[in-house]
């Protein structure tokens, strides 16, 4: 139950919150425009769920999974250090951001069994859900795979559609991009590698 007065504001706000939050309490799967495509999502902590998000892409990978949190600080929870150049980047960047980190925790395993891709969310409303629920998120392209990436809501196929729990209508703030986010790591020698531009 949400109890303080900052996340009640919240809720008001966009109505829909409490209604995905209920979902995804029960192990769901939303579908929802997030910054960049319309995506798959689920709590990224419930291994469960993840595992609802492989058998309805078709594809047992978790590669292409990106961990979508609310702020830096709930970014540090889930990654084992943040550089701060990456923080500084993170703070100033215009477009939605992913970052990769050698290792993730406080995650189910197969999305810490390598490199994570952790993005902080760049529109109001998915930080807005993401606070209210209090845990990281699952953004993934609703998809199939080897699928095109749905940029819009008329090109999300049927079988995705049918397979989630719940599709969020809020569009996003800038509207969904129909691009990936810029996704950037930091070398050894402490220089940025931009992986996606």
Sequence with gaps: MMSSTKEVKRMASYPEIEQAIAALHNGGLLLYPADTLWSIGCDATDPVAIERVCNLRGSRSTDEFEIMVSSIDMMRQ???????????????????????????????????DGAVAVRLAHDPFCRA??????????????????????????????????????????????????????????????????LRE
Excluded: C, W
């Design 78 to 112: 889930y990654i084992d250090h943040l550089h701060p150049k990456l923080e500084t980047l993170l703070a100033y960047h215009k477009r939605p951001l992913t970052v990769q980190f050698k290792r993730g925790r406080n995650l189910p395993e197969r999305l810490i």
């Design 129 to 194: 859900l993401i606070e209210a629920y209090s845990r990281p998120l699952i953004a993934v392209q609703a998809s199939r795979e080897g699928q095109a990436a749905p940029a819009t809501f008329g090109t999300v196929s049927s079988g995705i559609i049918e397979g989630v729990d719940y599709i969020l209508q809020q569009q996003p703030q800038n509207g969904v991009t129909g691009e990936p986010a810029v996704m950037v790591r930091l070398s050894e020698r402490g220089e940025l590698v931009f």
